[in-house]
């Protein structure tokens, strides 16, 4: 130790020029002695400049200067300068190299007052021109020199932000929902509610007359439409025929929403009865090139319609889609308007005047139905258009959430995903702390500032960050296909937006800045005296900032793998669950056409020619709702009992086709018993919730019709599996109010498919058949549940990958400083085995951390997530311990790589130096 402090002592003075010759000898004989500082005496000699003496009056006045400062030190007055190299007095006069003359030390030593570091970052930009370029430079030169350290930072931060970028580009879309309605701070659907036991519950429908009523009972209301969604028109042209959806609406619809036109007029496009206003992608399926104003096309096949206006499609983020707008006089056409106050159905949304507020609109407009049927216990109440996307979910009559709550979790994730990135560099710079200490010790010594080094840090990681963003968004764009298919939406990256570019670079930045953060400050604050002496290493300390970054990584890793179980085994058991309902071969079709006039005949024929097993009607497919009521009325009702009921229509041969369980009577059988128009089966739950001791021949009457009861059913369940069983009535037909065949197939093949369809074709030859399984259908209705899941797997994968590149790094780490401790241990005989274990037991510590950490956080968020579920899984012990092992695997194949190499590397080569 005491000759390498001789070594940089003569150093010093060489550099100072104040080494004499004997000196300057005695120097190279010990450079010769030990190879390995001829290197950093190079980089010293490089950055060393010195200055010419100009004037020999410069240096005794800088001396006399120097003398003034130490003696006012000395006085205890110092106004806080301080001087920055020895007395000149210490300064031996033995004689000289012979070479150019040297500058006193007093003559190098400038005096100013000390700056913040703010203004020390500023002048160090604003004084040297050429300062950025040399950062870019010398960043780039360290990138090229360290291949596989740059391409593993690249990847993880790639990655990462492409995962960011993604979850980010949803996001703003969220946030810029409807924006394009010039009168969008004005618009306001209309809801309902209505209190009762106690609770409030709200929902988005009204009755038809609420509309008409609110635009010529108030004047602060503007423009009031209503909304009737249709999926079941065919727009037919000539040889062309289009099944798709729109809505029947008011006259002002156009006028309210913003939707911009290509041809016609929005004041009178919706008018005429017959009248119908296209969309741009629709008009071109039909016509083609052709102008699509003035053309006549046919619904359903008997009505002519004369298309009045074309409008662009609606975007991706807006709450109003369609690809068709009738007008609402059409609806008595089909008599399908109804002017119940007690019945809601259709949306509502209305228009206020300027300076109309919501709180003023909600106290006048609350009782309008009560006003025209006191009967009706229900109010209703404004819900503004920019709340209708993100606080849209309603708990006993408040907002309570809705879009706001995937808002945040995806912002979390994009947060954990870019932050976890970032750790990943972190821990990958600071591993190679020791390779570049020295280079930091040199430059200090050379007089670099520590601002200076912080700005070469910090340029080296902003340049990985470029090169990784590039790299991030190539990956976004070929992710987004994947991306749109996931969340249902069309997003495009706009490549030619120049706000885009600007926000891209913004983001770049800001990642390269908060991922070289740490990296920057810590390789900066390196002392040179104890970095070129070698004792700055502190990699056996207990706690230290790499291992808390990989304790975060690895807490972020075990969560999502918690969340990722838990979210596919509660899937697994919604779909497991047995829904009362037979649903193999079952199959579906819309009645449409002449579908209902000639159903017997279809029937007859499917069932003769072997193609059905069974074939029935209802007013909905078993697998939807379509229908409920709180109106029935039976002996024995409280006056406060209310109780909602699903509603189905049912016909023939119902229980038979659904292969539902009679528990209690007898099926509907309109052949043997036509009183069973007005029969109605019950489920054993509807049973129970009217208190019906004896329900087979009991009388249950509704606002229009008396019914009785023929049969009790098992229960089943129409709706989300996932949601508690509901009570359901089937009525008698009544009416032909049937919206759907229903029939199970004797064979799921092609040609049973095949001969299917030409029956209906034959009975119903204007339309399209479309035939839908009811099993597929059940299946969509956890699309929302799987795509959860599969949004958590790919990024528990990608957090995965990250803490991986993070772990490996810290292993490389401590590989490169416990190299000697390996040497020695192998000397003195430790197998490989023990070296292996000896370097792993510290990263499987951390793994250990990170789980006890993670555990309890997943375990609250599952616990609130199932809470959304009234049918739902247990938390089981068994996912924690199978995480936990999960991730000591991940750990251990991870670093043992790294643990084998240092084992097994020479120990010769780690002490020779020794």
């Given at each position: 130790?005491?000759?390498q402090d001789?070594i940089?002592?003569?150093i010093?003075?060489?550099?100072?020029g104040?080494?004499?010759v004997h000196?300057v000898?005695?120097?190279n004989?010990?450079l010769q002695?030990?190879p390995?500082?001829?290197?950093t005496?190079d980089?010293?000699?490089?950055y060393?400049?010195?200055?010419?003496v100009?004037?020999?009056?410069d240096s005794?006045?800088?001396?006399?200067?120097?003398?003034q400062k130490?003696?006012?030190i000395?006085?205890?007055i110092?106004?806080?300068?301080r001087?920055?190299a020895?007395n000149?007095?210490?300064?031996p006069?033995n004689q000289?190299?012979?070479?150019?003359?040297?500058?006193?030390?007093?003559?190098?030593?400038?005096?100013?007052?000390?700056?913040?570091?703010?203004?020390?970052?500023?002048?160090t930009?604003?004084?040297?021109?050429?300062?950025?370029?040399?950062?870019?430079?010398?960043s780039c030169?360290t990138?090229?020199?360290?291949r596989?350290f740059?391409a593993?930072?690249?990847?993880?931060?790639?990655?990462?932000?492409a995962?960011?970028?993604l979850?980010?580009?949803?996001i703003?879309?969220?946030?810029?929902?409807?924006?394009?309605?010039?009168k969008?701070?004005?618009?306001?659907?209309v809801?309902s509610?209505?209190?009762?036991?106690?609770?409030t519950?709200?929902w988005?429908?009204?009755?038809?007359?609420?509309?008409?009523?609110?635009k010529?009972?108030?004047?602060?209301v503007?423009?009031a439409?209503?909304?009737?969604?249709?999926?079941?028109?065919?727009?037919?042209?000539?040889?062309?025929?289009?099944?798709?959806?729109?809505?029947?609406?008011?006259?002002?619809?156009l006028?309210?929403?913003?939707?911009?036109?290509?041809?016609?007029?929005?004041?009178?496009?919706?008018q005429?009865?017959?009248?119908?206003?296209?969309?741009?992608?629709t008009?071109?399926r039909?016509?083609?090139?052709?102008?699509?104003?003035?053309?006549?096309?046919?619904?359903?096949?008997n009505?002519?319609?004369?298309?009045?206006a074309?409008?662009?499609?609606p975007?991706?983020?807006?709450s109003?889609d369609?690809?068709?707008?009738?007008?609402?006089?059409?609806?008595?056409?089909?008599?399908?308007?109804?002017?119940?106050?007690?019945?809601?159905?259709?949306?509502?949304c209305?228009?206020?005047?300027?300076?109309?507020?919501?709180?003023?609109a909600?106290?006048?407009?609350?009782n309008?139905?009560?006003?025209h049927d006191p009967?009706v216990?229900?109010?209703v109440?404004?819900?503004?258009?920019?709340?209708?996307?993100l606080?849209s979910?309603?708990?006993?009559?408040?907002?309570v959430?809705?879009?706001?709550?995937?808002?945040?979790?995806?912002?979390?994730i994009?947060?954990?995903i870019?932050?976890?990135a970032?750790?990943?560099?972190m821990?990958?710079?600071t591993?190679?702390?020791?390779?570049?200490?020295?280079e930091?010790g040199?430059?200090?010594?050379?007089g670099a500032?520590?601002?200076?080094?912080?700005?070469?840090?910090?340029?080296?990681?902003?340049?990985?960050a470029?090169?990784?963003g590039?790299?991030?968004?190539?990956?976004?764009?070929?992710?987004?296909p994947?991306f749109?298919?996931?969340?249902g939406q069309?997003?495009?990256?706009?490549?030619?937006?120049?706000?885009?570019?600007l926000?891209?670079?913004?983001?770049?930045?800001?990642?390269?800045?908060l991922a070289?953060?740490?990296?920057a400050?810590?390789?900066?604050?390196?002392r040179p005296?104890?970095?070129?002496k070698?004792?700055f290493?502190?990699?056996?300390?207990?706690?230290?900032?790499?291992?808390?970054?990989v304790?975060v990584?690895?807490t972020?890793?075990?969560?999502?793998?918690?969340?990722?179980?838990?979210?596919?085994?509660q899937?697994?058991?919604?779909q497991?669950?047995d829904?009362?309902?037979?649903?193999?071969?079952?199959a579906?079709?819309?009645?449409k056409?002449?579908?209902?006039?000639?159903?017997?005949?279809?029937k007859?024929?499917?069932?003769t020619?072997?193609?059905?097993?069974?074939?029935t009607?209802?007013?909905?497919?078993?697998?939807?709702i379509?229908?409920?009521t709180?109106?029935?009325?039976?002996?024995?009702?409280?006056a406060?009992?209310?109780?909602?009921?699903?509603q189905?229509l049912?016909?023939?041969?119902?229980?038979?086709?659904?292969n539902?369980?009679?528990?209690?009577?007898?099926?509907?059988?309109?052949?043997?018993?036509?009183?069973?128009?007005?029969?109605?089966?019950l489920?054993?739950?509807?049973?129970?919730?009217?208190?019906l001791?004896?329900p087979?021949?009991?009388?249950?009457?509704?606002?229009?019709f008396?019914?009785?009861?023929?049969?009790v059913?098992?229960?089943f369940?129409?709706?989300?599996p996932a949601?508690?069983?509901?009570?359901?009535?089937?009525?008698?037909p009544?009416k032909?109010?049937f919206?759907?065949?229903?029939?199970?197939?004797?064979d799921?093949?092609?040609?049973?498919?095949?001969?299917?369809?030409?029956?209906?074709?034959?009975?119903?030859?204007?339309?399209?058949?479309?035939m839908?399984?009811?099993s597929?259908?059940?299946t969509?209705?956890?699309?929302g549940?799987?795509n959860?899941?599969?949004?958590?797997?790919v990024?528990a994968?990608?957090?995965?990958?990250?803490?991986?590149?993070?772990?490996?790094?810290?292993?490389?780490?401590?590989?490169?400083?416990r190299?000697?401790?390996?040497?020695?241990?192998?000397v003195?005989?430790a197998?490989v085995?023990?070296?292996?274990?000896?370097?792993?037991?510290?990263?499987?510590?951390?793994?250990f951390?990170?789980?006890l950490?993670?555990?309890?956080?997943?375990?609250?968020?599952m616990?609130?997530?199932?809470?959304?579920?009234?049918?739902r899984?247990?938390?089981?012990w068994?996912?924690?311990?199978?995480?936990g092992?999960?991730?000591?695997?991940?750990a251990?194949?991870t670093?043992?790589?790294q643990?084998?190499?240092?084992?097994?590397?020479?120990p010769v080569?780690?002490l020779?130096n020794?």
């Amino acid at each position: 130790m005491q000759e390498q402090d001789r070594i940089w002592t003569l150093i010093c003075r060489q550099l100072a020029g104040e080494a004499t010759v004997h000196e300057v000898e005695e120097l190279n004989r010990m450079l010769q002695e030990d190879p390995e500082l001829t290197f950093t005496m190079d980089m010293l000699l490089n950055y060393w400049q010195q200055r010419k003496v100009e004037d020999a009056e410069d240096s005794v006045q800088a001396f006399d200067r120097l003398k003034q400062k130490l003696d006012a030190i000395e006085s205890g007055i110092s106004n806080g300068n301080r001087p920055v190299a020895l007395n000149p007095q210490q300064q031996p006069a033995n004689q000289h190299v012979s070479r150019p003359p040297a500058i006193p030390i007093a003559h190098r030593i400038t005096w100013k007052k000390k700056t913040s570091r703010t203004r020390k970052l500023f002048a160090t930009l604003a004084t040297s021109s050429g300062a950025i370029n040399n950062y870019v430079k010398s960043s780039c030169r360290t990138l090229l020199r360290n291949r596989a350290f740059s391409a593993i930072n690249i990847i993880g931060l790639a990655v990462g932000m492409a995962g960011a970028m993604l979850l980010l580009f949803w996001i703003l879309n969220i946030f810029t929902f409807d924006n394009f309605h010039t009168k969008r701070e004005r618009i306001y659907q209309v809801y309902s509610r209505e209190t009762q036991s106690g609770q409030t519950a709200v929902w988005g429908s009204t009755p038809h007359p609420v509309g008409p009523a609110l635009k010529d009972g108030w004047p602060q209301v503007e423009e009031a439409v209503r909304m009737n969604w249709v999926g079941a028109f065919v727009l037919k042209y000539g040889d062309k025929q289009l099944q798709t959806m729109g809505f029947l609406t008011d006259p002002g619809f156009l006028n309210v929403f913003d939707f911009p036109l290509l041809a016609g007029d929005r004041q009178t496009a919706l008018q005429n009865k017959h009248s119908i206003v296209l969309t741009e992608e629709t008009a071109a399926r039909l016509f083609g090139d052709e102008p699509a104003v003035g053309k006549v096309i046919k619904i359903d096949s008997n009505v002519n319609f004369t298309v009045t206006a074309v409008v662009k499609n609606p975007p991706g983020n807006s709450s109003i889609d369609f690809d068709y707008l009738v007008p609402w006089s059409y609806m008595k056409d089909l008599k399908w308007e109804n002017s119940e106050w007690g019945s809601s159905s259709i949306t509502t949304c209305v228009l206020l005047k300027p300076g109309v507020t919501e709180s003023a609109a909600n106290k006048m407009l609350a009782n309008v139905i009560k006003q025209h049927d006191p009967k009706v216990k229900t109010e209703v109440f404004l819900h503004p258009m920019r709340k209708w996307q993100l606080w849209s979910r309603f708990d006993n009559g408040k907002i309570v959430g809705g879009g706001i709550e995937i808002v945040r979790l995806m912002g979390i994730i994009a947060a954990f995903i870019l932050l976890i990135a970032c750790i990943n560099y972190m821990n990958m710079s600071t591993a190679r702390s020791e390779k570049r200490a020295k280079e930091v010790g040199i430059r200090k010594v050379a007089g670099a500032a520590r601002i200076s080094l912080v700005f070469q840090f910090i340029s080296e990681s902003t340049v990985i960050a470029l090169i990784a963003g590039v790299a991030g968004l190539m990956i976004a764009q070929l992710a987004l296909p994947w991306f749109n298919t996931l969340t249902g939406q069309q997003f495009v990256i706009p490549f030619s937006n120049i706000g885009f570019w600007l926000a891209a670079l913004g983001f770049v930045v800001v990642t390269g800045v908060l991922a070289g953060s740490y990296p920057a400050f810590y390789l900066s604050a390196f002392r040179p005296v104890k970095v070129l002496k070698g004792t700055f290493r502190l990699a056996h300390a207990m706690v230290t900032p790499r291992k808390v970054l990989v304790v975060v990584q690895f807490t972020f890793a075990i969560i999502f793998i918690i969340c990722t179980t838990i979210i596919y085994r509660q899937i697994l058991h919604i779909q497991k669950r047995d829904i009362g309902i037979d649903l193999d071969k079952l199959a579906f079709v819309y009645v449409k056409g002449d579908m209902s006039k000639n159903y017997e005949l279809i029937k007859h024929e499917l069932l003769t020619k072997g193609l059905a097993k069974s074939v029935t009607r209802t007013n909905s497919p078993i697998t939807d709702i379509w229908s409920n009521t709180d109106r029935y009325s039976w002996e024995g009702k409280g006056a406060d009992q209310h109780v909602n009921f699903i509603q189905f229509l049912a016909d023939q041969d119902f229980t038979h086709t659904m292969n539902l369980k009679v528990v209690a009577g007898r099926d509907l059988d309109l052949k043997q018993y036509p009183t069973d128009s007005t029969g109605m089966l019950l489920t054993e739950l509807a049973v129970k919730r009217m208190g019906l001791k004896q329900p087979v021949g009991a009388i249950i009457k509704d606002e229009q019709f008396t019914w009785h009861v023929v049969g009790v059913v098992r229960d089943f369940i129409p709706g989300s599996p996932a949601q508690p069983i509901s009570p359901i009535v089937l009525q008698g037909p009544n009416k032909d109010w049937f919206g759907a065949i229903s029939f199970r197939l004797a064979d799921e093949n092609k040609n049973t498919i095949e001969s299917v369809e030409k029956i209906f074709r034959k009975y119903n030859p204007e339309y399209p058949f479309e035939m839908r399984m009811a099993s597929r259908e059940h299946t969509e209705k956890f699309r929302g549940e799987r795509n959860t899941g599969e949004l958590a797997t790919v990024f528990a994968g990608l957090t995965i990958l990250i803490s991986c590149l993070g772990l490996f790094a810290l292993a490389t780490y401590m590989a490169e400083s416990r190299i000697r401790e390996i040497g020695v241990r192998k000397v003195l005989g430790a197998s490989v085995s023990a070296l292996v274990a000896l370097l792993s037991t510290g990263f499987l510590k951390l793994v250990f951390i990170a789980f006890l950490v993670a555990s309890p956080i997943a375990w609250w968020m599952m616990h609130n997530w199932l809470g959304n579920f009234a049918y739902r899984i247990e938390v089981g012990w068994w996912v924690f311990g199978m995480t936990g092992l999960i991730s000591v695997l991940i750990a251990v194949c991870t670093v043992t790589y790294q643990a084998l190499k240092a084992a097994t590397a020479s120990p010769v080569k780690a002490l020779r130096n020794e």
